[in-house]
């Protein structure tokens, strides 16, 4: 039987739309589509000769109003998951301390191939740091820009498609930071864009693992797209709870990625070493910034020192790697 979607929107104001991603993606929330009302006015000022032609509905369905949208599978699973974002959102607003709109949340049914199509037009090929290019698998065929490596990705309904602020600062991190030969573990594999980006840029071999076993087989899928499934391996599970799932893992990794949330960044911050190889590194993001002094302090009390530090739209990455003190900060 075909599955039904709930396509979840949440009313903001433009400079709350961070920070309602940001509340989202802590209640593990991802695949997130920002619609911004500047981006509406800039395109009224930019088209003004054509924008009559534009359907009446539309503009005034965009006029006044920023919006998160989101999806869940409408069925008990998926109406717990939004339950949960609804019963916080005042909670938010109290925490946020400024304007963030109405925070109304409004939902649309609709059929898998109907989502595909609503996904499809939102996600498009974008550059990442110097050298990589993420391409949606269905744009396979197109021109990639010189000198750049293409990542091909279907990400799913809930994993990420690397647009996401976190994503970028990781995926520039794998960028920097990974050499011909390495192996990489990528805890919290979501679509699996990491690990694939890691071996496509030299990695010899990646483990990625998730406690959503859906994660697997879309990971695994995208690794197909890319031609590396020989080199890629995913686990379902939890590291910090199963060990049996940490004993599987074992290993000399010279990186360790985890772009979660502070508050699982934090519990796992203590199993990180039984992974690392002696001059391994670990790259994590996904961190909000006002928790970044937190990941932070737990990483230097577990011996970790801090290589890099760095920011987008709100959001931290930290590259670290064991040892009594830092080295040069980049």
Known sequence: MEQIWLEVSIDTV??????????????????????????????EDENAPSWDDVDEDLKQSLRGVSRVKFYVTDDEDGHVRLEDVRSGLEAFRER???????????????QEEDWAHNWQKYYQPFPVGERLFIVPEWMR????????????LNPGLIFGTGSHGTTRLCLEGVERYVKPGDRVLDLGTGSGILSIAALLLG?????????????????????????ISDTFRTETGDIVHDTGLRARLAG???LVLANIIADVIIPLVPFVGEFLAPEGVFLTSGIIQHRAADVEKTLTDHG????E???REGWVFFAAKRGDSPSQLR
């Open 14 to 43: 433009s400079d709350a739309l961070e920070d309602v991603a940001a509340y989202l993606t802590a209640r593990g929330i991802v695949g997130l589509v920002l619609e911004d009302e500047r981006d509406l006015e800039q395109f």
């Open 96 to 110: 946020l301390g400024r304007e963030a709109g109405t925070l109304a949340v409004s939902t649309v049914s609709m």
């Open 141 to 152: 065929g197109m021109e990639i820009p010189k000198g750049r490596t293409p990542v091909y």
């Open 203 to 227: 990695a010899e071999q990646a483990v990625g693992c998730d406690i959503d076993p859906k994660a697997g087989r879309v990971a695994l899928e995208n690794a197909g797209f890319n031609g």
């Open 252 to 254: 000399q990794y010279e």
């Open 304 to 307: 970790y020192a801090i290589l």
């Open 309 to 311: 530090r760095r920011e």
